[in-house]
């Protein structure tokens, strides 16, 4: 036989017992033709093209998924940042938008679509200001948008102006959604160094040297690596636990090369890249945390949390490099609190504190992602916070992001529920003193040194 | 005159069964897959371009079917028949019995399948229903891509 009797059963117990399975297809489509004048002409193109380009995709996703008994468990779509779509639109208020890509995606049965965004790094266009603007009243009025704004970058520095513009959004947002715990800010990121072929969201969107169609995946499998790391015992040194969690992510990276080559094959678009991101949902077994727990950690969050993940993140890039042809994305472990069991369990625990989770963030793939803080910090605080976050990315040439919720009404300690992949989240205490003179300096944050690479 | 022909050039043309580009067009690799998957073919001046041979891809229409459960009299056969009624030829297969748990595995060609993949799929599942058996089909593709490199 081509392939050992353990072998087949591996991959099988991989899909059945630890939650193996492609994280998302996201066909990334270009917009750039919807561009007019008229905010109604433009949602009209939108929606039109996203139902006529986008029509296979669930059911190719379907057959894959029967095909190959690899379960696909989000088909989404992401789409150029609309701000450079409804530039030269009249009206300023793009909502309307908004709703025709809320009402392709419930259409086309995905279950998000990303590319209600804007590039803002440097500073502002008139279509920029105004998808900025229409942000809160867009992410209310609809289910399944995203909207994600980059405000930063390593070679442009800091846009104070947009961070503090992103702390007022952001609070704006949460309280036109407060009846479902400020959901609509699950739907929201503010980066730096957005990446251009995200298949993840909220972030994601269809960059601007993109091709006409492209189809992106991205991989999961946390609960592979838990089992392996588990497995291994206390006593394996670190450069076992690396080879380990190297060699299970190069076989997880495989399945997600094939399922993204055959699924762009049968969609007749181009195979962009595959994000070796390990993405946990708040299934049991399915955590990023319970990866770092393995490892000896009595919770996530504990003194060695840093360096725990900065050994899994290194070491699930170099497995996946090996299986992918293109890899692109954020490739890097997340850690969204509110997505993740064990982070939750180490948040209500007070074993994980915002603090330590930016600590985290310099070392893996995205940012303070996912966390529910008190209904009543100001947007200045909110847009400090975004700001360390930026700096955190600037330096270290990384992506970084912001998603957080100012949960209306909630205090720390209180719970927030979203539901479904978004989760359930504690409210984490944010400090309380002030930063409201700093972030309302304005201009921008000039870029590091390490930006002079020529 | 089009320099370079790209997959969306051919896109616009897929309802075509022969496209013609002046010679000297350029037409990219995607484009080539694209087009010999839809039949079209494809001339840049007079020279028809060969269907690109796929290097990392090469399609199989072979399956991987593993049933797992307790174990009792006539399993195989049980399988087995599912298979022969549609037209699957069993390539390889093996099995284990330990401590009263059945494993067993076999490669099987569907290549002359009678039914889609996934109707095979639905009939080999009923039928493990009957023998208190789990059943699972794949495609062979996924095992040469997580275990070879």
Redesign the interface.
């Given at each position: 036989?081509?392939?050992s009797?353990d072998?087949?059963?591996?991959?099988?117990r991989m899909v059945q017992a630890e939650n193996l399975d492609i994280r998302t297809i996201t066909l990334g489509i270009s917009l750039r033709d919807c561009a007019d004048e008229s905010v109604y002409k433009i949602a009209e193109k939108i929606y039109n093209k996203l139902t006529q380009t986008a029509e296979n995709l669930v059911p190719v996703a379907e057959?894959l998924e029967?095909?190959?008994?690899?379960p696909i468990v989000n088909k989404r779509i992401s789409v150029t940042p609309i701000a450079i779509v409804a530039e030269s639109c009249r009206e300023k208020d793009l909502t309307t938008i908004a709703e025709a890509m809320d009402r392709a995606a419930k259409e086309l049965k995905i279950d998000f679509i990303g590319g209600f965004s804007a590039l803002v790094q440097k500073g502002f266009t008139k279509g920029d200001i105004n998808l900025i603007n229409s942000i809160p009243e867009a992410l209310s009025s609809t289910e399944r948008v995203c909207a994600s704004v980059n405000a930063a970058s390593s070679r442009a520095g800091i846009n104070m102006d947009a961070v503090l513009a992103m702390g007022h959004v952001i609070k704006k947002t949460a309280e036109l959604t407060a009846d479902r715990d400020g959901i609509g800010c699950a739907k929201l990121v503010v980066f730096a160094n957005a990446v251009e072929d995200n298949p993840f969201m909220a972030g994601a969107f269809h960059g601007p040297g993109e091709?006409?169609?492209t189809v992106n995946i991205g991989i999961s499998g946390p609960g592979v690596v838990n089992t392996v790391i588990r497995r291994l015992g206390e006593d394996a040194d670190f450069g076992e636990l690396a080879e380990a969690v190297k060699r299970t992510a190069f076989?997880i990276t495989?399945?997600g090369?094939?399922i993204g080559?055959?699924a762009a094959?049968r969609l007749?678009?181009?195979f962009g890249v595959i994000d070796l991101s390990l993405a946990p949902t708040p299934a049991v077994g399915d955590s990023i945390a319970n990866i770092l727990e393995a490892m000896g950690l009595e919770r996530c969050g504990a003194p060695g949390t840093t360096a725990a993940l900065m050994l899994l993140n290194d070491a699930v890039k170099k497995g996946g490099a090996m299986a992918a042809?293109y890899v692109g994305g954020l490739s890097g472990a997340f850690i969204p609190v509110s997505e993740d069991a064990g982070m939750i369990r180490a948040a209500k625990d007070g074993a994980l504190t915002i603090e330590k989770l930016e600590a985290m963030t310099c070392v893996c793939s995205v940012g303070l992602d996912m966390i529910a803080i008190p209904g009543d910090t100001t947007p200045e605080t909110i847009a400090a916070i975004i700001a360390d976050e930026m700096a955190i990315g600037v330096v270290n040439k990384k992506t970084t992001a912001v998603r957080i919720i100012p949960a209306p009404g909630k205090k720390a300690g209180d719970f927030v529920e979203f539901g479904g992949l978004l989760g359930r989240a504690p409210v984490m205490p944010v400090s309380t003193f002030g930063s409201s003179v700093f972030v309302r300096r304005g201009g921008r944050i000039p870029p590091p040194i390490q930006s002079l690479v020529n | 005159m089009e320099i370079l022909v790209t997959l969306d050039t051919i896109k616009n043309h897929q309802d075509s069964k022969v496209l013609r580009f002046p010679s000297g067009s350029l037409v990219t690799k995607e484009a080539r897959t694209f087009a010999a998957s839809r039949g079209i073919k494809i001339y840049v001046g007079d020279e028809l371009l060969e269907e690109p041979f796929p290097v990392n891809l090469k399609p199989t229409k072979r399956a991987v079917i593993s049933v797992i459960g307790e174990d009792r009299v006539g399993i195989i056969a049980g399988i087995s028949e599912v298979l022969a009624k549609n037209n699957v030829n069993i390539l390889d297969i093996t099995q284990t019995s330990i401590e009263g748990l059945f494993t067993m595995i076999m490669v099987v060609d569907i290549a002359d399948c009678r039914v889609s993949f996934d109707e095979l799929k639905k009939l080999l599942e009923e039928r493990g229903n009957s023998l208190s058996v789990r059943v699972d089909a794949q495609r062979e593709e996924v095992f040469r891509f997580m275990h070879r490199i």
């Open positions: 036989m081509s392939f009797r072998e087949i059963i591996e991959t099988i057959e029967a095909e190959f008994g690899i091709a006409e169609t076989k495989r399945a090369e094939l080559r055959e094959r007749g678009a181009s042809s | -």
